[in-house]
């Protein structure tokens, strides 16, 4: 277990449109996430899911307030925060190999050791027989997989992902839940997952974060047993998620109270 | 062959009815007082009396006699002076595409790095974009000379132009999440400048190849018309001066052989390089 733990202090951020309007997309957020966590951002789309990621990642400027990693205050990119994006990433010049080897390579590590390191993700992730294959041979589920390969690869211990899967058709998606759950209970590295699908948190989380016009509403930890089929889900404790979580995203059922448990 | 032929039947009869149009062209057409020049001169001609008259440029008492100090006009000696000739435009070329592609490609990229630097070099950028390449001629032949060095720098220079604009597009147009993957992963500036930047924006680096394949050939020749004193335009020139139209058409020939040669060396070497390319995926394929 790696062991830096991520606070988030007073986070604001706003955005200037080009037509001059000003957007707040987080206000005062404030966050710990303990080494080995698992937490689900969840919220609509446009609440700052996003760009609280992005910010960990030091892709995004804060207007206010200060992320520490382990103690340090982050300034830009690092490679201790890997991120797996939505979109594409997988660099389809490169056969998957040297995509998996890429941050060990940004790091200085030999070649030789690289080398075996990647072999070991690429088989974790089910793609023994595809190293040398081109991105462009695979499905988008594989190259799904080349990508969580290569953050795994690197050595990051804090791992980032914004809607990895929300490209995915179902049957895929619910594949590549079940690996990253497998791949994080056998490394413990701490993952940061930005979704708005409620399943998807309630199969993945240990914590589920909502935020709701780039506020912090709501930090529920998820005390389900993994896996987490369906029989687990229909229990009590996950429908009570549920319902609290709708009512956030303003959908719960009029007439009916929400917070039942 | 077989299945190249019947897949290509067509246009092989398009060419052929074209050929054979010029030539019962050429025998229609009225001959022009000087006798040694038809207006459109037949096949016979062009591949008889003016490829042997190409041997009057042959000027080394070696290999081949002289026509110029009494010697006999020879076949050998004309494929001799069309291959001295050759391979001077050829190197020029070939030499003026390598440096203008290196020097526009770093230039930018380098200057691809910041907003700011986008900007200082956006509006002088498009003034030298329209300013017509064969106005510039004469000056570079003032500042180099009529010489080889100066057509490589001319051709470099043109051809440069189009790499640099490409260069540049091409690095705004590339998709951000590629170098903030790289990013996240702990590359550094210079790593991501050589695998990342480089290799993406390499589709579109070989459109401008293939675009300046016939703007380096304009160059050259149109350097070769206007002052330097040796290569294949040269002999243009020198056709032109005795009205020797089957000489001109013999060497146009020979132009368009070389042209057409340099795209099919160039297209297999970007079949080589953008193996990794997915085919037809909203993307234009510079291969198709």
Redesign the interface.
């Known amino acids: 277990m790696s062991g830096l733990p991520i606070r988030i202090e007073h986070v604001s951020c706003s955005f200037t449109h080009a037509s001059g309007t000003v957007v707040d997309a987080l206000t005062d957020v404030s966050l710990d996430i303990a080494p080995g966590e698992f937490v689900c951002l969840l919220g609509r789309s446009g609440h700052g899911k996003s760009t609280l990621l992005r910010s960990l990642?030091?892709?995004n400027p804060l207007t206010s307030g200060r992320i520490t990693v382990g103690g340090a205050a982050i300034e830009?990119?690092?490679?201790e925060?890997?991120?797996v994006?939505q979109?594409d990433?997988v660099?389809?010049?490169?056969r998957v190999q040297e995509n998996v080897e890429?941050?060990q390579?940004?790091?200085g590590q030999p070649p030789v050791k690289r080398a075996l390191s990647a072999r070991h993700w690429i088989s974790a992730v089910g793609l023994d027989g595809f190293a040398h294959s081109?991105?462009?041979e695979l499905s988008g589920g594989m190259r799904k997989r080349v990508a969580i390969a290569?953050?795994f690869a690197?050595g990051?211990p804090i791992l980032?992902m914004d809607e990895p899967f929300g490209s995915l058709d179902y049957v895929t998606r619910m594949d590549l839940q079940n690996l990253l759950i497998d791949l994080w209970t056998r490394t413990r590295r701490t993952i940061v997952f930005v979704t708005h699908d409620i399943e998807e948190a309630l199969v993945l989380a240990q914590r589920i974060v909502v935020l709701d016009r780039g506020r912090v509403v709501d930090d529920l930890p998820v005390r389900l047993a993994q896996p987490r089929d369906e029989e687990v889900r229909a229990q009590p404790e996950a429908l009570a998620i549920t319902k609290t979580v709708l009512r956030h995203l303003g959908l719960a059922r009029p007439g009916r109270p929400a917070a039942a448990a | 062959m077989g299945a190249w032929l019947r897949n290509n039947w067509i246009s092989i009869t398009t060419v052929f009815v074209l050929a054979l149009a010029w030539e019962i062209g050429g025998h229609l057409a009225p001959t022009s007082p000087l006798r040694e020049a038809p207006i459109v001169p037949p096949w016979e001609y062009v591949f008889g009396p003016a490829l042997i008259g190409m041997s009057d440029y042959w000027k080394i008492q070696l290999f081949a006699p002289v026509p110029e100090l009494g010697g006999a006009r020879t076949y050998f000696g004309a494929l001799l002076a069309m291959g001295y000739h050759s391979a001077l435009t050829l190197f020029r070329v070939s030499a003026g595409l390598a440096l203008g592609a290196l020097i526009g490609v770093g230039l930018g990229l380098v200057i691809s790095v910041s907003e700011v630097t986008r900007r200082m070099v956006a509006t002088p950028l498009h003034i030298i974009r329209m300013c017509p390449l064969l106005a510039m001629i004469p000056l570079f032949q003032f500042w180099l000379g009529a010489t080889n060095w100066s057509a490589i720098c001319y051709v470099a220079y043109g051809v440069g132009v189009v790499y640099f604009v490409g260069t540049l597009n091409a690095v705004a147009n590339m998709p951000r999440h590629y170098i903030e993957t790289a990013q996240t992963l702990g590359a550094s500036q210079l790593l991501i400048y050589w695998r990342v930047i480089l290799p993406a924006i390499m589709p579109e680096l070989f459109s401008s190849v293939f675009l300046t394949l016939g703007l380096a050939w304009s160059a050259v020749i149109g350097a070769e018309y206007v002052g330097v004193e040796s290569g294949i335009g040269r002999m243009i020139i020198w056709a032109e001066f005795f009205s020797h139209t089957g000489r001109m058409v013999l060497v146009t020939i020979f132009i368009m052989l070389y042209s057409t040669l340099s795209w099919v060396v160039m297209r297999s070497i970007a079949m080589r390089i953008l193996a990794w390319m997915p085919k037809a995926h909203g993307q234009i394929n510079p291969l198709s």
């Open positions: 990642a030091g892709l830009g990119p690092s490679a925060r890997g991120m994006f979109e990433t660099f389809p010049w490169m890429f941050g390579r940004a790091q081109w991105p462009k290569t953050v690197s990051a980032l």
